[in-house]
């Protein structure tokens, strides 16, 4: 699954980066929690809660239905 969530990823990098940001995988539980660390730009910025669930979150339930939800570490 680990491998699925980061093609996933891989696919709102690109929007996450044209802003200044990032973000990179750092766990994948088997409960279907995924746990990521925004970087750069996105780290501080007041809408990233906003980006991780309406963005990250949501295409990472598309793509991998095993996922249950996105947290921010």
Not at 19 to 37: M, N, Q, S, Y
Not at 47 to 63: A, C, D, F, P
Request: hydrophobic share 35%; glycine share 10%; aromatic share 0%.
């Amino acid at each position: 699954m680990r491998e699925d969530v980061q093609a996933a990823l891989d696919t709102v990098r690109p929007q996450l980066q044209a802003d200044g940001g990032d973000c990179e995988l750092v766990d994948v539980t088997d409960d279907g929690t995924v746990k990521v660390r925004l970087t750069g730009a996105c780290g501080g910025c007041p809408m990233s809660q906003m980006t991780l669930k309406m963005g990250i979150e949501r295409v990472l339930k598309e793509r991998v239905p095993s996922v249950k939800t996105v947290e921010a570490v």
